[in-house]
């Protein structure tokens, strides 16, 4: 690797002020797991590298009266550690068990994989379709948007120069709501997916309430499958009905066609994946009917 | 910059330009060559190693980060006089053919046996996943992880 | 912790089984995969089996425990005082004509010792058949992993940066990369001349013809295979030292020393009393380091600088510059009886060679050799030819081309099956080698055990039960 300057910065104010002091040739050093490939093969004209992993503001897990706070720089591994996120929210947790390896996602954190922002970002359909929220630190002070508005295009988010992630917010309300998450890969192990779903949903009775449909590496950014969900909302279940949306998911995504698998084979895998986290999600809804039941 | 560590028990400290990587930094200037580089882009897990309890890539950290980290190689798993069980099944098993894999397949093993003393094979698979292996196929490595977590736990058990 | 991780695991497993109850009829064997086998294996007695008892028991390999301990010296963790780290810049085109090249600006980059080019090197060319591949290319580049000029500095950024600012002009020249493209009259040639053939083979056995027109079915067919890359663990590393005396130095990954020097005395044109070459434990083979790839290289930059010098791959190096596996396009024409037995089988292999010849030789022959697969078959012909192209060059690889012919007769054994109703064991049986049968260049084959060993494989995973 070139030189590089290596700063640690007081807090994320400060982590801030240096990227805008320094201008075009510091960046936010988080996991590296990407960056730090980059750097050795392409590094530009960066030479300072200012590293936020260890900043307060950006880790730790905490249950607010608001919902689950995840402070970016948390990694994979401690997400799939916390009692909170494997009772609250599994599917994030089996989303982050789908990133990389166990190295990988010890050193890689879950606002890493966002800023990256590649289309295939394993954590984003999990994240999306609990209605999560991002917060970002930048030299205007603090700002908050649903996480769907942070992506902007492959490897491009709505962060300003100098900003940065600091939060990821996922609401009391759905905290827990029946989800499911599958990613389709070309092997188990650190495989790029070629399209990940996920899905979250309540049901009232037999009706299909709140429908959420994420998609992964099938458009630009990760994608919410709104007609789809607007076809179930309301609705009561049935196997065609969740074929259906599977269908009209197809619909609103853009896959594209290169070396690890065609146009055609991706659009029938988000057909089958998303039909499979529909299924998914309605049988965990309906276990949970029947455990209230109990009750 | 300065970086201290505290690898295999023993503290040791470097000074190293910023952008060296944590296994540049073993390699090169603590002489500790067990860690390997087989990709240098964080896929192979030829330089795994533990920093603060958990497995990582060192060929994808920066030595800084550790700075003040404890840090476990290949070379801290046997002492003096006794292979560590890991080590000893693998030998017995064969599980190591050029060996160039080994010591970052040993580590992750280690880290995996640590939390879980009697995994599964579905669970030796997973946490060996960034582990590549060019020679053996894997099989005999997934025995002999799971015979050295049967007998670490009959040592404990006998302790 | 522990539960923690089963939690996780659930979720993954459920996904599995889930998918695995909605696969196709097949039944999931009774023995669960994972049932360790136990050594030493069980296997009948036999004369032959007690001719070679060690066959079957648990063998411990001798350097196993270093392996395990990290102990193993691999050439990366040798380093010498006063040693450089030498980088090797490759071309921008597949297939160009060298004009000029300019290491002015990157001798003048901090940490710079020395450089290199083809033209400084004395015979610029080498290669186990044919001595067709240079050391480093000069005044033609063939594919984009040759090597066109390298520096040797004090640290491998150093030797990296200063690969940017080598100038090198190029000509670039018409290129061709699909092997039966290569075949055509008005195709680009790699290496000149009016061919890109470089290495054929034909095998005849009977009379081809008749044996077709005699079969109740011919079954035709195009198998293609891609290339393959070893990816050895360890990339390929040399340290070379130069010294007073002149003698060089060097160690090496290769696999293959002796031939190694042969090849090294040649380059370098000195006699090999002069070369010690140590072959270093090596990280993973496979075939792709049987032969020198940047060892002239480091030597000559360790002459020039008066230092040791170490070269290790890097992974991309490893991937477009180290051989790979020969892709093959496999024309089979297959006869048969009505009882599925073959009669007659006629094919044409065209071996991707990419722009150098490496191991061809042996991969064509036992290629060839093996292409009508273990079948009793009195009629055959077989045609083989490796052309050029300008791709990577392919070499050894495990099984030297029989894996590809392997899977295009295979392949093609079932497709005749299904095709004829016979289950895909039997027509197999019927038409395997057994004791005495003669190869398809007349080789009288001894301790056959195919049948046998079809057999009890079948049996073992209950091959029967799958068919139900
Ligand atoms: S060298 Fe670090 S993962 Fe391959
Ligand atoms: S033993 Fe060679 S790579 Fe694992």
């Known amino acids: 690797m070139r030189p590089m300057n290596y700063i640690v910065p007081e ?188 899905a979250a949903l309540e049901l009232d009775g037999d009706r299909i309430v709140e429908p959420r449909i994420a998609l992964g ?79 | 910059m300065l970086v201290e560590l505290t690898v295999n028990g023993e503290s040791r400290s470097a000074n190293v330009p910023p952008e060296t990587t944590l296994l540049k930094m073993l390699r090169e200037y603590l002489g500790l060559t067990g860690a390997k580089l087989g990709c240098d882009v964080g896929d ?40 560590h069980p890991l080590q000893q099944k693998f030998e017995e098993h064969g599980a190591l053919q050029c060996g160039f894999c080994g010591p970052g397949m040993l580590i992750s093993a280690k880290n995996l046996l640590d939390t879980n003393p009697e995994p599964s094979v579905f669970e030796v698979r997973d946490a060996l996943a960034g582990n590549l292996c060019r020679c053996t196929g894997y099989t005999k490595i997934i025995e002999a992880v799971i015979e050295a977590g049967e007998m670490m736990n009959q040592e404990q058990a006998t302790v | 912790m522990a539960t923690r991780v089963k939690d996780v695991q659930t979720n993954v497993e459920d996904l599995v089984t889930a998918r695995e109850a909605r696969a196709p009829s097949r039944q999931p064997l009774a023995v669960p995969i994972d049932q360790p086998v136990t050594f030493p294996l069980e296997l009948p007695e036999s004369e032959a089996r007690l001719r070679t008892p060690a066959v079957g028991q648990r063998a411990t390999r001798p350097d196993g425990r270093l392996h395990g301990l990290g102990q193993t010296q691999y050439i990366d963790d040798i380093t010498f005082p006063h040693m450089l780290h030498a980088k090797i810049l490759r071309s921008e085109y597949a297939h160009a004509r060298i004009v000029s090249i300019d290491t002015s600006e990157a001798e003048k ?104 027109a005699a079969s109740d079915h011919v079954f035709e067919r195009r198998f293609s295979t891609q290339m393959v890359e070893h990816v050895p663990l360890e990339p390929h590393a040399t340290i070379a030292s130069w010294d007073g005396n002149g003698r060089v130095s060097i160690w090496s990954s290769l696999g293959r020393i002796t031939l190694g020097r042969e090849d090294l005395a040649r380059t370098l044109q000195m006699p090999q009393s002069r070369i010690r070459l140590i072959g270093t434990v090596v990280g993973g083979n496979f075939g792709g380091k049987n032969e020198i790839t940047n060892e002239p290289i480091v030597a000559l930059l360790s002459r020039k600088s008066r230092r040791p010098v170490k070269a290790i791959y890097s992974r991309g190096d490893e991937f477009v510059s180290s051989t790979i596996r020969h892709p093959f396009i496999m024309d089979y024409t297959t006869g048969v009886d009505n009882e599925g037995r073959i009669l007659a089988r006629k094919i044409r292999l065209v071996l991707d060679g990419g722009a150098y010849c490496s191991w061809t030789g042996t991969t064509i022959g036992k290629g060839s050799i093996l292409a009508p697969g273990p079948y009793n078959i009195d009629n055959v012909l077989v045609e083989a030819y490796a052309v050029y192209t300008n791709k990577t060059t392919t070499g050894a690889m495990r099984g030297f081309g029989a894996p590809q012919v392997c899977f295009a007769y295979e392949s093609q054994m079932d497709d005749m099956a299904d095709a004829l109703g016979i289950d895909p064991l039997e027509i197999r049986l019927r038409n395997g080698f057994s004791e005495n049968s003669l190869s398809p260049t007349g080789q009288s084959l001894q301790s056959v055990a195919l049948k046998e060993s079809l057999t009890q494989a079948a049996d073992r995973f209950r091959w029967k039960e799958w068919q139900a």
């Open chain 3, 109 to 212: 980059m901090p940490g710079v010792i020395a450089t290199l080019t083809g033209a400084e090197v004395p015979e610029n060319s080498f290669g186990p058949t044919y001595q067709d591949q240079p050391i480093l290319a000069y005044p033609i580049a063939r594919h984009r992993g040759d090597g066109v000029a390298a520096v040797a500095a004090t640290t491998e950024q150093f030797a990296l940066d200063a690969l940017e600012k080598i100038r090198v002009e190029y000509e670039p020249l018409p290129a061709v990369f699909d092997p039966l493209e290569a075949l055509e009259d008005d195709s680009p040639k790699v290496h000149g001349g009016d061919t890109n053939i470089y290495t054929s083979k034909v095998i005849k056995k009977g009379d081809v013809e008749a044996g077709l």
């Open chain 2, 44 to 83: 192979c897990g030829t330089c795994t190693v533990i920093v603060d309890g958990v497995s990582v890539n060192s060929c994808l950290m920066l030595a800084g980060r550790a700075d003040g980290c404890d840090v476990t190689t290949i070379e801290g798993l046997a002492t003096a006089d006794e292979l």
């Open chain 1, 217 to 295: 590496a099938v458009a630009p950014t990760p994608i919410r499958a709104v007609k789809a969900e607007a076809l179930l909302d309301g609705q009561v279940v049935n196997a065609k009905l969740l074929d259906e949306a599977a269908k009209i998911s197809v619909t609103e995504s853009k896959p594209i066609d290169d070396f690890r698998a065609s146009r055609n084979y991706r659009r029938q895998l988000i057909r089958t994946l998303t039909r499979r986290v529909l299924e998914r999600s309605v049988e965990i809804a309906r276990e949970r009917q029947e455990k209230d039941k109990l009750h």
């Open chain 1, 11 to 198: 807090s994320a104010e400060a982590a801030v002020a240096i990227l805008a002091e320094r201008g075009e040739n510091a960046c936010p050093l988080a996991g590296g797991t990407d960056l730090v490939v980059d750097l050795k093969h392409a590094p530009g004209n960066i030479n300072a590298l200012v590293d936020v992993s260890g900043l307060e503001e950006f880790r730790g897990i905490d249950e607010t009266d608001e919902g689950l706070r995840i402070g970016s720089m948390v990694t994979y591994g401690e997400i799939m550690e916390h009692p909170v996120c494997i009772e609250k929210t599994p599917e994030v947790v089996a989303a982050s068990h789908t990133v990389g390896a166990v190295q990988t996602r010890n050193l890689g954190t879950i606002g890493g994989n966002l800023v990256t922002c590649v289309p295939s970002a394993d954590s984003a359909p999990a994240l999306m379709v609990l209605d999560a929220e991002v917060t970002l630190i930048g030299t205007n002070g603090w700002r908050r948007m649903p996480i769907e508005d942070f992506f902007v295009g492959p490897r491009k988010t709505i962060l300003e120069p100098c900003e940065l992630l600091a939060e990821i917010w996922i609401p009391g309300h759905t905290l827990g709501k029946p989800s499911s998450f599958y990613k389709f890969g070309l092997r188990k192990g650190q495989a790029l997916a070629l399209v990940n779903a996920a």
